[in-house]
């Protein structure tokens, strides 16, 4: 009955992420402000998968079961209410009390959902139990190595956080440098390094392959250092340069790493297009990133790296996984497929590669062309995930 009551609400936050993705990419069409989106899509659509994902995945990779069965109950409401609070506040004449509800709101969500998951795994820190079985023996290196790592998400998480809500209240800051410091501390720090730590567990066992050690060892250490680097220097100096270095060289590394596994398999699911269409998408972005770094910023760079990184990195890898979670082949409803999954990854990864070059090159219309086709897959994933929800759980 935990296990279940566990399972049913870290499926809700993966829902309730899904349609903050549409919400998302219906506000980049429509040309909402733009720290709206980025609340819609990273505090929506990718801290709420997170924190679903989190929670059914995290305990098992420490050998433990999580002490609060209750808390993904607790914490989706927090985190909802959150989101659509500080979503709202710069589109309404809200008043700052009420902006500042919103943060709080969704940062009790957050500190909840570290609470939880760091209770559980209290007496074992250093990932050095992993729950992995004799028959993966020669992968305890590095799953020990990946949940080192973890803790250090958590840490980003509680400073995003606060960070969140001291930008909101007007309270002393961690970095300094405004909301564009908690972002790229949830993005960078909690939503890539989670996707590293988790992914090089993960991935190696959906594709039966093994992942370059030396790489591995690599990729975490650099996407630790680097968020926070960035997001207590931004937009200069050489700890910028550093920071952008580092995240770089995770991104690149983790690339690297999951072509050799695609190539090295021979299984070819649908849920694997979506890693693969992301590490590109990164690797455009934190190329963007570096020219930020050690040259001046071009016209619509900055928005094409963030939509780069937001929706093309995180936003496919993340879909491509659920996929993997929640095929949508199993299900019986209208347009239940791997092509129309196959569809939607396409659209997405389309979408943004046409916005972000049309936002390089100054062509508006391109820009509206490519938001339209990444509504499209969105959506699709959306009815997808959704559908099978209901078919496969009913209420539950």
Same mark, same amino acid.
């Given at each position: 009955?935990?296990?279940?009551?566990?399972?049913?609400?870290?499926?809700?936050?993966?829902?309730?992420?899904?349609?903050?993705?549409?919400?998302?990419?219906?506000?980049?069409?429509?040309?909402?402000?733009?720290?709206?989106?980025?609340?819609?899509?990273?505090?929506?659509?990718?801290?709420?998968?997170?924190?679903?994902?989190?929670?059914?995945? $995290?305990? *098992? !990779? =420490?050998?433990?079961?999580?002490?609060?069965?209750? @808390?993904?109950? +607790?914490? /989706? &409401?927090? #985190?909802?209410?959150?989101?659509?609070?500080?979503?709202?506040?710069?589109?309404?004449?809200?008043?700052?009390?009420?902006?500042?509800?919103?943060?709080?709101?969704?940062?009790?969500?957050?500190?909840?959902?570290?609470?939880?998951?760091?209770?559980?795994?209290?007496?074992?820190?250093?990932?050095?139990?992993?729950?992995?079985?004799?028959?993966?023996?020669?992968?305890?290196?590095?799953?020990?190595?990946?949940?080192?790592?973890?803790?250090? $998400?958590? *840490? !980003? =998480?509680?400073?995003?956080?606060?960070?969140?809500? @001291?930008?909101? +209240?007007? /309270? &002393?800051? #961690?970095?300094?440098?405004?909301?564009?410091?908690?972002?790229?501390?949830?993005?960078?720090?909690?939503?890539?390094?989670?996707?590293?730590?988790?992914?090089?567990?993960?991935?190696?066992?959906?594709?039966?392959?093994?992942?370059?050690?030396?790489?591995?060892?690599?990729?975490?250490?650099?996407?630790?250092?680097?968020?926070?680097?960035?997001?207590?220097?931004?937009?200069?100096?050489?700890?910028?340069?550093?920071?952008?270095?580092?995240?770089?060289? *995770?991104?690149?590394?983790?690339?690297?790493?999951?072509?050799?596994?695609?190539?090295?398999?021979?299984?070819?699911?649908?849920?694997?297009?979506?890693?693969?269409?992301?590490?590109?998408?990164?690797?455009?972005?934190?190329?963007?990133?570096?020219?930020?770094?050690?040259?001046?910023?071009?016209?619509?760079?900055?928005?094409?790296?963030?939509?780069?990184?937001?929706?093309?990195?995180?936003?496919?890898?993340?879909?491509?996984?659920?996929?993997?979670?929640?095929?949508?082949?199993?299900?019986?409803?209208?347009?239940?497929?791997?092509?129309?999954?196959?569809?939607?990854?396409?659209?997405?990864?389309?979408?943004?590669?046409?916005?972000?070059?049309?936002?390089?090159?100054?062509?508006?219309?391109?820009?509206?062309?490519?938001?339209?086709?990444?509504?499209?897959?969105?959506?699709?994933?959306?009815?997808?995930?959704?559908?099978?929800?209901?078919?496969?759980?009913?209420?539950?």
């Amino acid at each position: 009955m935990t296990a279940e009551r566990v399972s049913r609400w870290a499926r809700r936050h993966v829902a309730v992420g899904a349609l903050f993705l549409v919400a998302w990419q219906l506000a980049a069409l429509f040309g909402v402000p733009h720290r709206t989106g980025v609340t819609l899509g990273l505090y929506g659509f990718v801290l709420h998968t997170v924190v679903g994902k989190g929670y059914a995945l $995290v305990p *098992a !990779y =420490f050998d433990r079961s999580l002490a609060f069965s209750r @808390a993904p109950a +607790a914490t /989706l &409401p927090l #985190l909802t209410l959150g989101t659509c609070g500080l979503a709202v506040a710069p589109m309404a004449p809200l008043t700052r009390a009420a902006a500042v509800a919103g943060a709080a709101c969704w940062a009790l969500g957050a500190v909840g959902f570290v609470a939880a998951l760091g209770w559980t795994v209290r007496d074992n820190l250093s990932g050095a139990e992993t729950g992995t079985g004799e028959a993966n023996a020669e992968r305890r290196r590095i799953d020990r190595l990946a949940n080192a790592f973890v803790p250090v $998400v958590f *840490a !980003y =998480f509680v400073a995003g956080a606060y960070e969140t809500v @001291a930008v909101t +209240a007007g /309270l &002393p800051t #961690l970095a300094g440098r405004g909301a564009a410091s908690a972002s790229h501390l949830l993005a960078a720090g909690v939503g890539a390094l989670l996707i590293f730590a988790v992914g090089f567990r993960l991935l190696p066992r959906f594709l039966v392959a093994s992942p370059p050690v030396p790489l591995v060892a690599l990729v975490l250490p650099a996407g630790a250092v680097g968020p926070a680097l960035v997001a207590g220097n931004l937009w200069g100096g050489v700890w910028f340069r550093v920071g952008a270095v580092a995240e770089s060289v *995770a991104v690149l590394g983790f690339a690297l790493v999951f072509v050799a596994l695609f190539r090295r398999s021979s299984r070819r699911r649908v849920g694997f297009y979506g890693p693969l269409l992301g590490v590109l998408a990164g690797v455009a972005g934190v190329t963007l990133g570096l020219h930020f770094a050690f040259a001046d910023a071009v016209a619509g760079g900055p928005l094409a790296h963030y939509r780069l990184n937001l929706l093309g990195f995180l936003g496919t890898t993340i879909v491509g996984v659920a996929y993997q979670f929640y095929p949508p082949a199993v299900g019986t409803f209208l347009g239940a497929s791997d092509r129309t999954a196959l569809v939607s990854l396409g659209c997405l990864a389309a979408g943004v590669g046409v916005e972000a070059a049309a936002l390089l090159v100054g062509i508006t219309p391109l820009v509206a062309l490519g938001r339209l086709v990444a509504l499209v897959g969105a959506s699709l994933y959306a009815y997808l995930l959704l559908g099978l929800f209901r078919e496969r759980y009913g209420t539950r």
